[in-house]
């Protein structure tokens, strides 16, 4: 079968002004909560999805989390290592998905965070969204969605093109990480306008935002104040989740040093926020030129 074949057509609004992939009913996601994480690139996605999958799994949750990142790289903090991506693995099948087992794309990592890496078509070819699909097509084949009680996806840079965004049609809510800085702000606001399209023909939220990496946070809650978001979590610049990165590891498996059970707490909490709040935000982004216009001093 061509991986192709089965890719929905092209039709039908999804969203102001534009033409989407629209989700097959085959691959909805029932009974877990789902996040899509969001944000610039290099802005600490990453970092902050395994971070919360540890917390929620410290909590007792039945984690997944997905990775949607050719570099597949979202989940060596929690296995310790790379995986190989569903669509490569896939490919050595002659997309025979039916000769996969769960073992062959799912790698168990801390507190029993099921990880999987989805990956992405190789640069310049292919859509992204179709990866996504595939991925939990798989991952409902298996049954490994029915006892799952939160997945995160955690989706590559600020691109959000049909392909990449395809997340926000599984997600319940989602998440933006931002920094007190004009290029993190500015992706922000084009990502709230994607989500807030999305959310026109789909139950995704918006939850709020994270600063991430960040001493101060004016410039981010200015932000959010002008357009009626909300700032749900600030994990200042510590030295201890860059080490945790060059280990390998998740802070909730790094010796516990004061730093360490400072940003631990802070995970938690923004764990619990997440699960149990039901506020969710409807905000609206500014146009390019007034953005650009607002960010930034004279």
């Given at each position: 079968?061509?991986?192709?074949?089965?890719?929905?057509?092209?039709?039908?609004?999804?969203?102001?002004?534009?033409?989407?992939?629209?989700?097959?009913?085959?691959?909805?996601?029932?009974?877990?909560?789902?996040?899509?994480?969001y944000?610039?690139?290099?802005?600490?996605?990453?970092?902050?999805?395994?971070?919360?999958?540890?917390?929620?799994?410290?909590?007792?949750?039945?984690?997944?989390?997905?990775?949607?990142?050719?570099?597949?790289?979202?989940?060596?903090?929690?296995?310790?290592?790379?995986?190989?991506?569903?669509?490569?693995?896939?490919?050595?099948v002659?997309?025979?998905?039916?000769?996969?087992?769960?073992?062959?794309?799912?790698?168990?990592?801390?507190?029993?965070?099921?990880?999987?890496?989805?990956?992405?078509?190789?640069?310049?070819?292919?859509?992204?969204?179709?990866?996504?699909?595939?991925?939990?097509?798989?991952?409902?084949?298996?049954?490994?969605?029915?006892?799952?009680?939160?997945?995160?996806?955690d989706?590559?840079?600020?691109?959000?093109?049909?392909?990449?965004?395809?997340?926000?049609?599984?997600?319940?809510?989602?998440?933006?990480?931002?920094?007190?800085?004009?290029?993190?702000?500015?992706a922000?606001?084009?990502?709230?306008?994607?989500?807030?399209?999305?959310?026109?023909?789909?139950?995704?939220?918006?939850?709020?935002?994270?600063?991430?990496?960040?001493?101060?946070?004016?410039?981010?809650?200015?932000?959010?104040?002008?357009?009626?978001?909300?700032?749900?979590?600030?994990?200042?610049?510590?030295?201890?989740?860059?080490?945790?990165?060059?280990?390998?590891?998740?802070?909730?498996?790094?010796?516990?040093?004061?730093?360490?059970?400072?940003?631990?707490?802070i995970?938690?909490?923004?764990a619990?926020?997440?699960?149990?709040?039901?506020?969710?935000?409807?905000?609206?982004?500014?146009?390019?030129?007034?953005?650009?216009?607002?960010?930034?001093?004279?």
């Amino acid at each position: 079968m061509s991986p192709r074949d089965d890719i929905p057509d092209l039709k039908g609004r999804d969203g102001e002004g534009s033409v989407q992939v629209h989700l097959d009913p085959e691959t909805k996601i029932e009974g877990a909560t789902v996040f899509s994480v969001y944000g610039k690139g290099g802005i600490g996605k990453s970092t902050t999805s395994s971070n919360l999958s540890a917390a929620f799994a410290a909590m007792g949750k039945r984690v997944l989390q997905i990775g949607c990142d050719p570099k597949h790289d979202s989940t060596f903090t929690l296995t310790g290592r790379l995986q190989p991506t569903v669509i490569d693995i896939l490919k050595d099948v002659d997309f025979h998905a039916e000769e996969l087992r769960p073992e062959d794309y799912v790698t168990e990592g801390w507190g029993g965070v099921m990880c999987v890496e989805a990956g992405g078509p190789p640069a310049g070819t292919g859509c992204g969204g179709y990866v996504v699909g595939q991925t939990v097509k798989l991952l409902k084949q298996h049954h490994l969605l029915d006892d799952t009680d939160i997945v995160i996806f955690d989706v590559l840079g600020d691109v959000v093109c049909g392909g990449f965004a395809a997340p926000l049609q599984h997600a319940d809510k989602a998440v933006i990480v931002t920094a007190n800085d004009f290029d993190s702000i500015y992706a922000m606001n084009r990502i709230i306008a994607a989500v807030q399209a999305k959310s026109a023909n789909y139950k995704v939220r918006l939850a709020g935002c994270i600063a991430n990496r960040s001493k101060d946070t004016d410039e981010v809650d200015r932000f959010c104040d002008r357009v009626g978001f909300k700032r749900i979590g600030h994990m200042p610049d510590i030295d201890a989740i860059r080490r945790s990165r060059l280990k390998k590891k998740t802070l909730f498996e790094m010796d516990a040093d004061e730093n360490v059970l400072a940003c631990r707490a802070i995970y938690m909490k923004l764990a619990e926020t997440l699960y149990t709040g039901k506020e969710t935000m409807d905000p609206t982004s500014l146009p390019d030129r007034d953005i650009f216009e607002f960010l930034g001093f004279d």
